[in-house]
């Protein structure tokens, strides 16, 4: 049952701190980033988010091995 504890635990903060950037991230900018890649042509956009994923992975990471560490 510990495990399955710190599991919803760190999903908890993960749901918040995801939430927090789209709130405050999407407000400002359009929702990227600086150093996100956005093209737009005409109709056409495309958006490939790098700084957002590594932020996502970065913090991810911490807070999985601040829970899960042996």
């Given at each position: 049952?510990?495990?399955?504890?710190?599991?919803?635990?760190?999903?908890?903060?993960?749901?918040?701190?995801?939430?927090?950037?789209?709130?405050?991230?999407?407000?400002?900018?359009?929702?990227?980033?600086?150093?996100?890649i956005v093209v737009r042509r005409g109709s056409f956009t495309f958006a490939f988010p790098i700084v957002t994923m590594l932020l996502i992975s970065l913090l991810l990471t911490l807070v999985l091995n601040v829970f899960f560490r042996h």
């Open positions: 049952m510990d495990v399955l504890g710190k599991a919803l635990m760190a999903m908890a903060v993960l749901i918040f701190v995801v939430g927090a950037l789209i709130y405050l991230f999407g407000r400002v900018g359009g929702g990227f980033l600086p150093g996100d």
